[in-house]
C-alpha cells in the first residue's frame, strides 16, 4: 500500500466480463477445495465416531457420539505398534544413510574438477530413465543375502537419483569454486571441506533431502512386499495393507468383542488411516516450503 | 542391471545368471505370441493415456487459476490444501478408495443409496477401474504439480503484463496470449517426462487395486512381472517382459524429446 500512497494513480476499474471470470475462477478453486477437504475430514470424523454410527453411514461430515474406541484398540495392538515402531526404525535409519550417500555422490559431482565427472553422471542419470527391471533387482538383492532383512529396506533403495540432481545443482550453483581455493590454500582437506563450508552453507537443501527421503521412507511399502518374510519386520503400511485393504483384522480384535466386531473393524481402518497419516500431515504445513523449493531448485536445469 | 541379461537366458537356479544358457529371444517370442500380451498392452497404454490426457492438463489450470487470484491467504490456503494429499501413502490412499467406494457401506453408495438408486460394486466393475484410477491420482498429485507451474508463471516478466493492460486485454486474453505462452517451455518439459513414463504406471497403487473382478482391465505389464516373476518364480520371462517395457519407455522418451527439440527447441538433455 505504501506504493500507491507515494505515487497516486487512478486503478483501470474491471470490466463485467472480468469479474464474472474472476468470480467463477473463486467458484472453481473453491469446489476444488471442497474436494480436495471433505475425503479427509470425513476419515477424521469417521475416526472419532462410535462404531456403529460408522456402518450405519450416520456420519456425513462431523463425528456422531464421539468415541475414541478405534485408537485404544490400535494402541493395544501389538501387530500394529510393532509396525509403527519399524517404520520409525526405516524412516530414521533410511534418512541418515540416504541424506549421506546422496551429499556424498552429489558434492564431486558439482565441482568442475572432478575426474570423470560427465561420465559419472550420465550413468547416474541413465538409471533414472532405464532400469533393468523388477526381476534383475529382486536378483541381486537376494544374491546379496539381504532378503528378509532390515537392510533390504534401507540398501537398495537409498539413493533417488532426482535427490542427487537437485543435490547438485544446488552446490554447483551456491559453492563457488573460488571458496574451494582459498580453503586449499589455507591447507584445508577435502573432507574438511564438505563438513565445515559446504554442508553449512547448503542447510536448505539438507533439508529439502531429509523430508524427501523420510516421507518416502515412511509410505514406501513395495520394497517391503518382496523382500520381507517375517511380520515382525513389517513396517506400518503393510500392516495397513492386510488389515485395510486385505480385511484381515483376526490379529486386532480382542475375542470379547467378538459381537460387535464387523462394526469395530470398519471404524478401525479409519483410525489406522488416521494414526498412519497423521505424523506427516501435521509437520507437513511447516515444511511445505522446503518440498517446494525442493522441486523448483530440481527444475532448474542442471 | 547388468542381470537384465536374464531376460536372454534360461534361469537355472544352481547354475546361477551368469551359468545358464542362453536361450537367445526365446522369452520374448514367448511373450509375444501370449494372447495376454495384447490385453496387457492395451491395459497399460489406455491407462497411462487416460492419465496423461486428464491428469496433465489440470495441473496447468489449476496454477493458471490460482495465479489470478488476488488474495494471498486463499491462494496460500487453496496450495496448502491441494499439495497435501501428496504425501498420503500409496497404501492408505487406496484404503481411502475402497472405504469410500465399499459395495454396501461406502459413502458413495450410501450417497447414491439416499438419492434412491442402486448400490454399485465400483471396484468389481472393469470398467470403472480407469476412471478410479486417474480420478484419484488426479485427486492426490494435482497440487503437488501444479507448483511448478506457478513458480514458472511467477517468473514471467510484469512489464508483458502491464503491456497487455495498456492494449485492453481481458483476464482470459491475458491468460491465453502471456501467461501460456510464458510457461510453454515448462509445459514442454513435463509432457516429455510424463510421456517418457507412459509405460512405467505407478506399480504400487495398480497392484493394491487389482481383485479378481477387475482384473480384465487392471491387469498392466507391470503387476504380471511381478505375479509371473516373484510370486510364479518364472524369472527369465518376466525378466525378458520388464525389459520389453523399459526399452518401450526409452524409446517414447527420446522420440517426443527430440520432436519437441524440433518444434520448440526445448528439450530435457
Known sequence: ?302 | MANAVLAFKDFNVIKGIWGSPWVGLKHFNAFFENPIFWTLLQNTLLLSLFLLLAGFPIPILLALMLNEVRSARFKKFVQLVTFAPYFISTVVMVSIIMLFLAPRLGFANVALQYFGFDPINFLGEPGMFRTIYVTSDIWQTAGYAAVIYLAALAGIDPTLYEAAKVDGASRLQKIIHVDLPGILPTITIILILNVGNVMSLGFEKIYLLQNSLNLPSSEVIATYVYSIGLLNANYSFATAVGLFNSVINLVLLVTVNTLAKRLSNTSIW
Open chain 1, 1 to 302: 500500500m505504501a506504493i500507491s500512497t507515494a505515487a497516486p494513480r487512478r486503478r483501470i476499474r474491471e470490466s463485467a466480463g472480468d469479474r464474472l471470470f474472476m468470480f467463477a475462477i473463486y467458484a472453481i478453486l473453491s469446489l476444488v477445495l471442497i474436494a480436495v477437504l471433505y475425503p479427509l475430514i470425513y476419515i477424521v470424523s469417521s475416526s472419532i465416531s462410535s462404531p456403529s454410527a460408522v456402518t450405519s453411514g450416520k456420519v456425513w461430515l462431523w463425528p456422531v457420539d464421539v468415541s475414541f474406541r478405534g485408537f485404544e484398540t490400535i494402541f493395544k495392538t501389538p501387530q500394529i505398534m510393532t509396525g509403527y515402531g519399524n517404520s520409525l526404525f526405516y524412516m530414521s535409519a533410511g534418512t541418515v544413510i540416504s541424506v549421506t550417500l546422496t551429499i556424498m555422490l552429489a558434492y564431486p559431482l558439482s565441482r568442475k574438477t572432478f575426474f570423470g565427472r560427465s561420465a559419472i553422471l550420465m550413468l547416474v542419470t541413465f538409471t533414472m530413465l532405464f532400469s533393468g527391471g523388477l526381476i534383475p533387482t529382486y536378483l541381486v538383492v537376494k544374491e546379496m543375502g539381504l532378503i528378509d532383512s532390515r537392510w533390504a529396506l534401507l540398501i537398495p533403495n537409498a539413493i533417488w537419483v532426482w535427490q542427487v540432481i537437485i543435490a547438485r545443482s544446488f552446490f554447483q550453483s551456491t559453492i563457488p569454486e573460488e571458496l574451494v581455493e582459498a580453503s586449499e590454500i589455507d591447507g584445508c582437506s577435502d573432507w574438511r571441506f564438505l563438513w565445515s563450508v559446504v554442508l553449512p552453507l547448503s542447510k536448505p537443501i539438507v533439508a529439502v533431502l531429509v523430508l524427501m527421503y523420510a516421507v518416502g521412507q515412511w509410505n514406501a511399502y513395495f520394497d517391503a512386499l518382496i523382500y520381507l518374510k517375517s511380520d515382525k519386520l513389517y513396517p506400518l503400511q503393510l500392516v495397513l495393507r492386510s488389515i485395510i485393504i486385505q480385511n484381515n483384522s483376526a490379529g486386532v480384535m480382542d475375542p470379547s468383542i467378538q459381537v460387535q466386531r464387523a462394526e469395530m473393524a470398519e471404524l478401525l481402518k479409519y483410525s489406522l488411516i488416521v494414526v498412519a497419516t497423521l505424523p506427516v500431515l501435521i509437520i507437513y504445513p511447516f515444511v511445505q516450503r522446503y518440498f517446494v523449493q525442493g522441486m523448483l531448485v530440481g527444475s532448474v536445469k542442471g
